[in-house]
């Protein structure tokens, strides 16, 4: 099974920053893309950015472009999503998870053998 487990999450003002980090729980074999996602309360889990580890392509979606990114990780088995100029929207729980990595790229789809971890809160407000 592939799974990670999030940290790094808070509570801090509009405009502040967080740095999430994805970190390997066992064997990350297979593991060539992380994806982050997150969901708010009452809402359903959407899409927030993802990597292939193995090309540094990497893609945000639109509520998070410019804002987010990806820092170079220390340690082999580490992804870090670095938060910037947070928005009281972006007010979730934070998960990554092993994604489906395609030519390169990386994608939305989870891999069937990955597994949610418990996520880490993100909370953005004054």
């Known amino acids: 099974q592939l799974q990670f487990a999030e940290s790094g999450g808070g509570l801090v003002q509009p405009g502040g920053s967080l740095r999430l980090s994805c970190a390997a729980s066992g064997s990350t074999l297979g593991a060539s893309a992380i994806g982050w996602f997150r969901q708010a309360p009452g809402k359903g889990r959407e899409e927030v950015a993802c990597?292939?580890?193995?090309?540094?392509?990497?893609n945000f979606a639109y509520p998070v472009k410019g804002r987010f990114t990806f820092v170079g990780d220390d340690a082999e088995n580490t992804v870090f999503l670095q938060m910037n100029n947070l928005k009281p929207e972006d007010t979730a729980v934070y998960y990554c998870v092993a994604v489906v990595a395609s030519d390169g790229f990386c994608t939305y789809r989870k891999k069937a053998t990955a597994e949610w971890g418990q996520g880490t809160q993100v909370t953005v407000s004054t």
């Open positions: 990597i292939n580890v193995r090309t540094n392509f990497a």
